[in-house]
């Protein structure tokens, strides 16, 4: 999917944020299609419309742009230093404990969108004492994969939210018939036998479906017809009366229940009528007694549903909070995407390193806390935003950073000879200011082999004076490198290159864009296991197993 306007407008003001309300084209451009692969093949276009942009955001006074940048992308003012001290509002209404709920669907395991709303109810529960369930909604049984009834509690354990029980709808279809025949009995749910078009048409023109006024005799009967399998998909439906001039189409009538013919993974062909998720939400938010619900602002409509069932039944009514949806940018999501690319071998399974999963997250090395940090100083706002990785990011660094080993790591490596005589000793602490991680020293004696990255490489003028990281100063010749001196008065005038000694392993890492980078490996990272910081690379979570990293940043 390309980028409108709008969507690039908001990376050049992100960019020109964090460069004094000046935007950077080349940065902007890289960005945009690293983020949007497609837009590559209309480079010029693109390009074009950044150039344009950019002149525009850098013509105006900085102070403005700022300004602009914080109304259009609010998470840019969250600062890391500060996230601790952010507090979630205060819920209303709390008289003693609360009781909150996660209600996702095992559709598949919870990706980085997920943890917010797990969060936030979390904190909650932990804030004011109480009760966090978890409801695992089932009812669609043509939308389950199986593995995400267990999937989905360790997600949350590895978040650290505690779940105090877990609810499975498909578990309480007895419930869900009982209330629907109460609605029944109380004219204010009827069995609708209209074509779905054709029931869609009236519901657009504010018109009452002629089944509307069955009497409830006849509807009960109808109903438990359909429960029994006497109706094939498609050809009846149970509705809940609501107002038909109702300014939105789709909060008039809603179907409550449909008749589902795809077997269900747990209860198999046990049931033929399923509720729909409003009326299925509403009867278990009223049975678990909860008192508040924090979700998306893209459930406002739901709400004013699930409402009228709580109005018939005299139920009271949790307090409700909506927050603004985030936009997770280069991320993928969507379950239905994974699936099928997991079918067709496009990806490894859940935790491939190119999906935006929590199984994916814990494989790269965040750490559970960052998300915790960061939602909570994002809080609940009502308006939407984007993700920052940038500052999520740099959360997650401040919390790995103190354990991280620094490794030597050289991509696509060129074995080069140091020549000129000198016996060679590099020792180097493996944390800067962690001495608890001690020290590597590498003796590698006269003329040594050494492995340095090749983009290096290729930038070195020959005779050109060059540092090699904890090593020594050397100058390219002809043929190869000449040991120069080890003298660090003029570091911040020469390149300094990392480099690995002769003995290094081979060693790949995968990174999240299905890139792949191979490359040597110091000998005495041998061992070494978890989130390491590759010295001039990025942060990489070893798995000695299986002899590769993940990318993390």
Known sequence: MLPDESEIRKIVLRNAYLHDGKADLGSVINKIMGQYPEARSKGKEISALVSSLVRDVNSTDPKKVIEEALSELPELGVKVKNVQEHRLPDLSGVTGEVRMRLAPSPSGPLHVGHSRMAILNDEYVRRY?????????????????????????EDLEWLEVKVHEIVVQSKRMSVYYK????????????????????????????????????????NLDKFEKMISGGFSKGTVSAVV?????????????????????????????????????????????HYLDLTHVIRGKDNLSNTEKQSYVFQYMGWKKPHYYHYGLVHIPGTILKTSIIKKGIRDGTYSGWSDIRLGTLLTMKRRGYRPETFRKYWVASGMREIDSEFSWEIFNSINREIIDPGARRLWFVPNPVQLKIEGGIDLKSSAPFHPGNPALGDRTYNL???????????????????????????????????????????????KKVKIVQWSPSGSSDFKVEKPDGAVDTGKIEPLFSGVKGVSQFERYGYVNIDPEKNVGYFLH
């Open 129 to 153: 004492g109480g009760k966090l369930f978890l409801r695992i909604e089932d009812t669609n049984p043509a939308n389950i994969d199986l593995d995400a009834y267990h999937l989905i509690p």
């Open 179 to 218: 209330e629907a025949k109460k609605l029944i009995e109380r004219g204010s749910m009827y069995i609708c036998e209209c074509d779905q078009p054709v029931f869609k048409n009236y519901k657009l023109h504010s018109e009452a479906c002629p089944h509307r006024d069955r009497s409830p005799e006849e």
């Open 241 to 285: 009366k609501t107002d038909l001039n109702h300014p939105n189409p789709s909060i008039r009538d809603w179907i409550a229940f449909r008749v589902k013919e795809e077997t269900h993974p747990l209860t198999g062909k046990t049931y033929f009528a399923y509720p729909m998720m409003n009326f299925s939400v509403a009867v278990d938010d």
């Open 445 to 491: 004696g006269s003329d040594p082999d050494i492995f340095i990255p090749e983009k290096d490489w290729a930038y070195i003028q020959e005779n050109e004076r060059f540092r090699l990281k904890d090593l020594c100063n050397v100058i390219r010749t002809h043929t190869g490198i000449r040991y120069s001196d080890n003298s660090h008065d003029d570091l």
